[in-house]
């Protein structure tokens, strides 16, 4: 009951709510975690069900935020659960981590992990990262100083294209459950209190297997030792980001409060179809699917790269 009860205080955010933070919220939602933050940019598509476990055929379309939550609340009615549909960079990230007891990761690029990093170690909370690709994947609950940071075992971002991706190499679901599993399992051991191991788990979930790695801090490591913040201090012009599984690129515009939707959905009208679902704006224009929310951000179907997406968004929405 003691241990119960810390986690009936404890609050914790999931950022990403694909296969790994479908399997980790629902865990952490079972477990009586009394504050779930649950932030997701994306929208629900079919594709996804292989692998998403919080959601059915009915939810397709819809905001993964609103519809986990949805999911969650009918599993747990005891906790809270806030669902934020935002977008994860530099200006953004310290107001969704902020009042939380653990962060854990549910993304699918390395860049918003290196940016939560340092915006974790800025808080001074955990962060369990997660990743899973293919048939295998890889999970680490970072607590500096105690532990390693993602930092110092990823010392330098690779290049743009330079790595599988959902798209190009899919992911077997049983091995995104385990990565998901481990994940949960962490960050319940960290908010009851319990000292991180310093281990990298190394899941191979086609032949199952786990590899434990023991990993140090680099004494050299930009973020955990120099404290240098790369990725939190970066200027923030427009931020464009391809996403997992589709060729779909979301796009979230410098501004403040929200957009007159009334007057973007005549105008889209004029030129293609669109439809109302919820608070968002579908459109679907010269093979192009928009869907539009309402504080400006918008997700772009049949784009080939960011500059033609805020090409798009320009052309038919304006900024
Ligand atoms: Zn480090």
Not at 153 to 158: D, H, I, L
Not at 213 to 242: F, M, N, W
Request: with cysteine; charged share 25%.
């Amino acid at each position: 009951m003691k241990g119960q009860r810390e986690l009936a205080r404890a609050r914790a955010v999931v950022i990403g709510l694909g296969a790994l933070g479908s399997i980790s919220s629902d865990l952490l939602a079972r477990a009586g975690v009394g504050h779930l933050r649950l932030v997701d940019r994306d929208v629900v598509e079919l594709t996804n069900l292989q692998r998403q476990s919080l959601y059915s055929e009915s939810d397709v379309d819809r905001p993964k935020a609103d519809a986990a939550a949805e999911r969650l609340r009918s599993v747990n009615s005891q906790i809270e659960i806030e669902p934020l549909s935002k977008d994860v960079h530099s200006a953004t990230v310290r107001g969704l981590l902020r009042d939380t007891d653990i962060v854990v990761d549910g993304t699918d690029n390395l860049e918003t992990r290196f940016l939560l990093n340092e915006t974790a170690m800025e808080a001074n909370v955990p962060f369990v990262y997660g990743g899973a690709i293919a048939t295998y994947g890889m999970a680490f609950a970072i607590r500096t100083p105690v532990t390693a940071c993602f930092r110092c075992f990823n010392p330098k971002a690779p290049l743009p294209g330079s790595l599988p991706t959902c798209e190009t190499a899919g992911i077997f679901n049983a091995a995104s459950a385990m990565v998901g599993a481990i994940q949960a399992g962490e960050a319940l051991r960290l908010l009851l209190g319990e000292t991180p191991s310093g281990v990298l788990f190394v899941v191979d979930g086609w032949h199952p297997d786990i590899q434990r790695i023991h990993i140090g801090r680099r004494s050299d490591c930009p973020t955990c030792v120099q404290g240098e913040r790369e990725y939190l201090g970066a200027k923030r012009t427009q931020v464009l980001a391809s996403l997992c599984g589709s060729d779909t690129i979301s796009l979230d515009p410098v501004h403040h409060g929200s957009i007159d939707m009334e007057a973007v959905a005549d105008r889209l009208a004029a030129l293609g179809s669109t439809r109302r679902a919820g608070g968002l704006l579908v459109a679907d224009v010269e093979g192009r699917r928009l869907t539009i929310f309402p504080d400006g951000r918008a997700l772009i179907r049949g784009v080939k790269d960011e500059a033609e997406a805020r090409g798009v968004y320009a052309k038919y929405v304006g900024i």
